[in-house]
């Protein structure tokens, strides 16, 4: 699942966090979440990966929540 697996990377150029776009300058680390290769989800801190976990939790419980009403 994306999200569950964050390690810390320092990058050698500038990115965004996909939580709330601050700009990650060459040299400073940011979280990320890698699959097969590939950067899935980038936060600049503790306080953004939260966030993210925060909302696709949430998002998960409504669409279960829907499913079930559907049964």
């Given at each position: 699942?994306?999200?569950?697996?964050?390690?810390?990377?320092?990058?050698?150029?500038?990115?965004?966090?996909?939580?709330?776009?601050?700009?990650?300058?060459?040299?400073?680390?940011?979280?990320?979440?890698?699959?097969?290769?590939e950067?899935?989800?980038?936060?600049?801190?503790?306080?953004?990966?939260?966030?993210?976990?925060?909302?696709?939790?949430?998002?998960?419980?409504k669409?279960?929540?829907?499913?079930?009403?559907?049964?």
């Open positions: 699942m994306i999200g569950s697996d964050f390690i810390t990377k320092t990058y050698d150029h500038v990115v965004r966090c996909s939580e709330c776009g601050k700009k990650i300058l060459k040299g400073e680390q940011a979280l990320v979440s890698i699959r097969d290769g950067v899935k989800k980038r936060v600049c801190s503790e306080s953004c990966r939260l966030t993210f976990d925060d909302r696709f939790w949430r998002h998960a419980a669409r279960n929540e829907r499913t079930r009403k559907k049964l």
